[in-house]
């Protein structure tokens, strides 16, 4: 039977529910390092949470890039499927992945390809190790499933659709996740144009996190995301963010705090910055 975490788990939560009905668990270690791609995995070895696997963002959570891609393209979901079912994930799992950001995309290309049952720990394996749990070293070996995709197109807003079917800050409410420097334009440290798209507003994905990384009360992230334009008073709401990864932790957040039916701009302003016709903003 599946559970019905779909947004956020709690530590206590997640060993009970092990304790349960580990069988239809599927544990995924999401750790990354941007400018040291091997480095989470190299931590994952070192010491999990008992019985996760590994999903690497660059083999595994995104295609390889290309010239005009955006950094952290969005996989086929042939490929997709083929990588689920690598890490044993199918229909009747319940899915846990942790840490932030990167757990976020894999919830989200879940939720993509119409998998409901994926959730986040909230304040991931450090949470797990402040509580007395054990973590276990090398890798989880498991048997492949069937992965069945079933794509949820509602999901997505492209470049295309920004730029020409809706209009940020009018019938759009375009969020962009990245820091306030970033987002003004003041510095870029992964991209070659620093700026932003026009009519976007800002919600850096960090602000919803505690300073001990745990998730904001959905309260308080629910008022944060009013201040920005209340969401039904536009016609779609998006996010964006550098590659499509980090602003998937504010799609999450707002789902997280009942605010549906936001989409995620895969490509972000890697994607959108490699079109010198499209047309950018700063300050």
């Known amino acids: 039977m599946v559970m019905g975490f779909t947004t956020f788990i709690q530590v206590e939560e997640l060993k009970e529910a092990l304790r349960k009905n580990a069988s239809n668990i599927r544990i995924v270690d999401c750790r990354f390092d941007l400018d040291r791609p091997d480095a989470g995995e190299a931590l994952y070895l070192d010491g999990h949470i008992p019985g996760a696997v590994y999903a690497h963002l660059d083999r595994d959570l995104a295609a390889p890039p290309g010239e005009k891609t955006g950094r952290h393209p ?6 997709l499927a083929a990588t689920f079912s690598r890490l044993g994930i199918d229909a009747s799992k319940q899915v846990i992945a942790y840490d932030l950001p990167f757990a976020a995309r894999l919830w989200w290309l879940l939720r993509y390809l119409g998998h409901e049952h994926v959730a986040v720990l909230d304040g991931g394996i450090t949470a797990w190790i402040k509580a007395g749990n054990p973590v276990q070293r090398g890798r989880k070996l498991i048997p492949p499933t069937a992965f069945q995709p079933h794509v949820q ?6 470049a295309d659709e920004i730029q020409h079917s809706y209009q940020p800050g009018k019938d759009l409410l375009l969020i962009d996740s990245r820091s306030p420097e970033r987002y003004r334009g003041e510095m870029e440290p992964r991209d070659p144009v620093a ?3 026009p009519g976007a507003v800002n919600r850096f994905w960090q602000d919803n996190l505690t300073a001990e990384g745990f998730m904001l009360p959905s309260a308080d992230i629910c008022q944060a995301f009013d201040a920005l334009g209340d969401p039904s008073s536009y016609s779609q709401t998006a996010a964006y963010c550098g590659s499509g990864v980090t602003a998937a932790v504010n799609v999450l957040a707002m789902e997280y705090a009942g605010i ?3 989409r995620l701009y895969p490509g972000s302003w890697s994607h959108w910055c490699s079109d010198p016709s499209r047309p950018i903003a700063r300050g």
């Open 153 to 158: 197109p509602n999901r997505v807003i492209s």
């Open 195 to 197: 700026a932003r798209i």
């Open 260 to 262: 549906p039916q936001v």
């Open 74 to 79: 969005l996989p086929s979901e042939e490929d």
